[in-house]
């Protein structure tokens, strides 16, 4: 009896030693697997670089584009980010190949004059996704980029109005860097919405030639004020600074543009024109994993949120704001058309 009762007790505990090993290896397949599944979900990560012309402290184009960056950081957990400032049209390509070579999924060129150097370097980085803006027509680009602008028309119509409304001179002017087809469409419809409240008001339109000259462009300023302009619509880059340092120093309205300016010139900014690139590049990328990356372009504006202007801050009486709200819902249901 005493050796049955040992071989049994030998056998149990070998059974329960076979049983721990087994349920032991068990977990560690469990545990490869979940690190399997996360290194897998690290993978699925679309990583996403910002190629800059300017600098990201230009309260104006280049902020918007890096702020559309942390956009998406803060409201996606399936990106990772990187950025670059200045780059020159010369170091754009080699640029653009940087990022290619270290993985990058996305590569977004925020300025029309990388149009080239995005021909050339997609073509040679088919499995990459390209994107360039400022641009009023896909010009040929490879199937993996595709452009994307915001479709400021409403919003610029409406700083008209304000300028209709705000104007004691009845001259009212826009001052920018270059000529493009998106910022004249905004002059365009910036002057309609003037006329609109203004028909026999006065326009004027400058160029600094560069997006920035910050003296320059104050003194083009400073110009127009001459001329008898009491609003301008600032558009571009770090030239509004030298627009808002004109508009201070000789007490009229402007409009800002790419981030809200009133901080800088609480009494003078009554406005700003705010593209959310967040979303578009929200659109582009959720494309990208979609499948339905277009090679087209991607346009958004006030109406999709993509769009939007700066809190008035106290500077348009509410009378007025009542009318511009109005005004807005006329764009909307299409009883007003935009040029």
């Given at each position: 009896m005493k050796k049955q009762h040992l071989f049994l007790s030998v056998l149990l505990a070998t059974v329960l030693t076979l049983s721990l090993a087994l349920s032991a290896c068990g977990g560690t397949d469990n545990d490869s697997e979940a690190a399997a599944g996360s290194d897998a979900e690290k993978s699925e990560k679309i990583k996403v670089a910002l190629v800059l012309p300017g600098s990201i402290s230009d309260a104006s184009w280049n902020a918007g584009a890096y702020n559309g960056l942390t956009y998406i950081e803060e409201n996606r957990d399936d990106v990772e980010t990187a950025y670059v400032e200045e780059i020159s049209n010369e170091k754009?390509?080699?640029t653009l190949v940087n990022y290619a070579e270290e993985?990058?999924?996305?590569?977004?060129?925020f300025g029309s004059e990388y149009t080239e150097s995005i021909k050339n370097v997609a073509a040679q980085y088919p499995d990459v996704y390209f994107a360039n803006t400022d641009q009023g027509e896909?010009?040929?680009l490879p199937e993996n980029a595709t452009t994307f602008a915001a479709d400021e028309s409403a919003a610029s119509y409406i700083v008209g109005v304000l300028a209709g409304y705000l104007s004691k001179s009845g001259t009212v002017g826009t001052v920018e860097g270059f000529e493009s087809p998106d910022l004249s469409s905004n002059t365009v419809n910036y002057f309609a919405g003037f006329k609109s409240i203004k028909p026999d008001g006065n326009t004027l339109n400058s160029y600094v030639g560069s997006w920035s000259d910050v003296e320059k462009a104050k003194q083009t300023a400073l110009a127009?004020?001459?001329?008898?302009?009491d609003f301008i619509y600032a558009s571009g880059d770090a030239i509004g600074l030298g627009i808002i340092d004109a508009s201070k120093e000789k007490t009229i309205y402007v409009a800002g543009y790419g981030t809200d300016l009133n901080s800088l010139a609480p009494e003078n900014i009554v406005t700003s024109?705010?593209?959310?690139?967040?979303?578009?590049y929200n659109h582009i990328i959720d494309d990208i994993k979609a499948g339905s990356f277009k090679?087209?372009?991607?346009?958004?504006?006030?109406?999709?949120?993509a769009v939007t202007l700066a809190d008035y801050h106290g500077t348009v009486p509410d009378d007025i704001a009542a009318k511009v709200e109005e005004i807005k819902e006329k764009i909307f249901n299409g009883e007003i058309k935009l040029g």
């Open positions: 754009a390509e080699a993985g990058y999924d996305l590569i977004l060129a896909n010009l040929g127009q004020i001459e001329q008898g302009a024109v705010i593209w959310n690139t967040g979303i578009t090679n087209t372009i991607y346009r958004e504006g006030l109406q999709e949120g």
